[in-house]
């Protein structure tokens, strides 16, 4: 299995922005098809938030997000990010990167037991 570790969490200031990042070692992110970021808010269940190929150009967004955020990856780096502009208290989770041996579609990017590989997480607060 790849190991993915998350960076970039912190504390913001509502409208304000941040940007993680995805690091993948141990295997290549070319045996994985899909990536994705989700979160977990406090008292809440983990959620999708993005999602992209390894591969091309096709990107999934919750619509909480949309607009907001963009997905975006580096495959010389084996890095994916997550830029988070506009940023809202209700934003406040821990962000976990995901990667997935299946090519997920719009109606499976959402399904966490899909993934076969997750990150520690990166905290993210967002301040009123």
């Known amino acids: 299995q790849v190991q993915l570790v998350e960076s970039g969490g912190g504390l913001a200031q509502a409208g304000g922005s941040l940007r993680l990042s995805c690091a993948a070692s141990?295997?290549?992110?070319?045996?994985?098809?899909?990536m994705g970021w989700f979160r977990q808010g406090p008292g809440k269940e983990r959620e999708f938030v993005a999602a992209?190929?390894?591969?091309?150009?096709?990107?999934y967004y919750a619509e909480s997000v949309k607009g907001r955020f963009t997905i975006s990856r580096d495959n010389a780096k084996n890095t994916i990010y997550l830029q988070m502009n506009s940023l809202k208290p209700e934003d406040t989770a821990v962000y976990y990167c995901?990667?997935?041996?299946?090519?997920?579609?719009?109606?499976?990017?959402?399904?966490?037991?899909?993934?076969?590989?997750w990150g520690q997480g990166t905290r993210v607060t967002v301040s009123s």
């Open positions: 995901a990667a997935s041996k299946r090519v997920l579609a719009r109606l499976t990017v959402h399904d966490i037991d899909a993934y076969a590989s």
């Open positions: 992209n190929r390894w591969t091309g150009s096709t990107t």
């Open positions: 141990g295997h290549t992110l070319n045996n994985y098809y899909t």
